[in-house]
């Protein structure tokens, strides 16, 4: 038996990443829907290299019948939407923040806890979390269970695909008007992008932290484990797309580089390139539309006891967002969630 599936969000970039990861991954689905604002109605998208999707409005789109719903419309439109297709029978799974820190709302990376997976009928909601959390819980998932994280100290190099279409193009727009000596007043970001780097994404809290930061602590924390204590610095960069991560950890026990390489080796989602000369790591541009988790530069870290270092970089559209929805959706199929929802 297929499976019915609406991509709300389908003409943005993360819908459009979701489309082609379903087609991709050769999803079991008997019928797929693109659905979007009203303003995009009409409009049409690519499913797969020879299907076309005329794309429908989410005001009027009836989700009774349909099985799952990956959603990436904006955290507002979400938070509307995404209720009213759960209480339609619709299983949700949103890749907005607008449920992450909800407690009756699973937020799952498959790779780290699939098993929070069975408490999703209480709100028939399923999070998504945020790129940059789920890069690193990925790499810190095998290395917890043999060392437990104590701490973590992570700077981020998030590209501007993470803001949205027109952050990409904002970025596009001022690089090619800083050769022809034009000067452009910055639109998405609060300064300028290009040949840049702003230590600010997302709004200033009270503590002085950014909300992205905030997201990277208190997802983790729900994800792995909530005794871990994380301290983010996050930076938006002149890339189009793949965020890097330098992540210092502290463990409870002793860990060696040989052990951490090792067990990333056979981690679920990670790949290690690891080779101590020019070019012997992976780089953002390297990682895009790849679905793995890349670890490089695994070094001690001499200054605290147990302590590690590595960086990490992954395509944030792909196993930041698309990716992790359709494994999530995957993964209800193969714990026959959705056929036991249905029964």
């Not at 507002?76 to 995404?82: P, Q, R």
């Not at 452009?184 to 702003?198: G, M, S």
């Not at 009270?206 to 005794?227: C, H, N």
């Not at 890097?244 to 026990?253: C, L, S, T």
Request: hydrophobic fraction near 45%; aromatic fraction near 8%; proline fraction near 5%.
């Amino acid at each position: 038996m297929g499976f019915k599936v609406a991509v709300v969000g389908a003409t943005g970039a993360v819908g459009r990443e979701m489309l082609k990861t379903l087609a991709e991954r050769n999803f079991p689905a008997d019928e797929v829907a693109a659905v979007a604002s009203g303003r995009s109605a009409g409009a049409e998208v690519s499913f797969g290299e020879k299907r076309v999707l005329r794309v429908e409005s989410l005001d009027t789109f009836d989700f009774r019948g349909w099985d799952i719903g990956l959603f990436s419309p904006g955290a507002s439109i979400s938070a509307v939407y995404a209720p009213r297709a759960a209480a339609a029978g619709c299983v949700v799974i949103d890749n907005t923040s607008h449920f992450r820190m909800e407690p009756d709302v699973p937020l799952v990376v498959p790779e780290v806890n699939p098993h929070q997976l069975e408490k999703f009928a209480a709100r028939n909601i399923i999070a998504n979390p945020n790129c940059s959390t789920i890069q690193m819980v990925v790499a810190l998932k095998p290395l917890h269970e043999r060392f437990r994280v104590k701490r973590v100290v992570v700077a981020t190099y998030q590209s501007v695909s993470g803001a949205g279409k027109e952050a990409m193009d904002e970025l596009f727009a001022h690089t090619r008007a800083s050769f022809v000596h034009e000067q452009l007043a910055p639109e998405q970001f609060t300064k300028e992008i290009a040949f840049n780097c702003i230590p600010h994404i997302d709004r200033f809290m009270e503590d002085g932290s950014t909300k992205e930061e905030w997201k990277m602590a208190v997802e983790t924390r729900k994800i792995l484990d909530p005794d871990i204590q994380v301290f983010a610095t996050c930076v938006r960069v002149p890339v189009f797309i793949g965020h890097g991560e330098a992540v210092n950890v502290e463990f409870e026990k002793p860990v060696t580089v040989e052990e951490a390489r090792e067990i990333l080796r056979h981690a679920p989602g990670v790949a290690v390139v690891d080779r101590h000369e020019d070019g012997g790591y992976i780089t953002p541009l390297e990682c895009q539309g790849e679905d793995a988790v890349f670890v490089s530069r695994l070094r001690k870290d001499p200054t605290v006891a147990n302590g590690l270092g590595f960086w990490c970089v992954a395509d944030n559209l792909r196993k930041g967002a698309a990716l992790n929805a359709v494994q999530i959706a995957e993964e209800l199929i193969a714990r026959q969630l959705l056929r036991k929802r249905a029964a």
